[in-house]
């Protein structure tokens, strides 16, 4: 609902709470792939590009790994985009999780 209606603030707090209750194991591994995309958002607006990356690839494997494909193509745009905008020289592609 904050990702909706664009409350930045929000946003920061539910990422924080859910990473936090998500640190228990087991508890919402199913969920983690949404954490991690929505961190990855959150570093795109502070321009932590690389941060960014990181979670989105974090996401793109729970997402992945979870068989989620309506989540994982989106997550995906986003990790190429963090790249390119970090001027990084790794190939997103190129890693064994992208290409399955």
């Given at each position: 609902m904050a990702m909706a209606l664009d409350d930045q603030k929000k946003m920061e707090d539910c990422y924080r709470r859910g990473m936090r209750l998500a640190?228990?194991?087991?508890?919402?591994?199913?969920?983690?792939?949404?954490?991690?995309?929505?961190?990855?958002?959150?570093?795109?607006?502070?321009?932590?590009?690389?941060?960014?990356?990181?979670?989105?690839?974090?996401a793109f494997c729970h997402f992945q790994d979870s068989g989620s494909s309506t989540q994982k193509i989106p997550c995906m745009r986003y990790l190429v985009l963090s790249c390119m905008l970090s001027n990084s020289s790794i190939?997103?592609?190129?890693?064994a999780e992208t290409r399955r």
């Amino acid at each position: 609902m904050a990702m909706a209606l664009d409350d930045q603030k929000k946003m920061e707090d539910c990422y924080r709470r859910g990473m936090r209750l998500a640190e228990k194991p087991g508890a919402l591994d199913t969920k983690m792939g949404i954490f991690h995309f929505v961190g990855g958002l959150l570093k795109l607006e502070s321009a932590g590009w690389d941060d960014a990356y990181t979670a989105f690839f974090r996401a793109f494997c729970h997402f992945q790994d979870s068989g989620s494909s309506t989540q994982k193509i989106p997550c995906m745009r986003y990790l190429v985009l963090s790249c390119m905008l970090s001027n990084s020289s790794i190939d997103p592609f190129y890693s064994a999780e992208t290409r399955r």
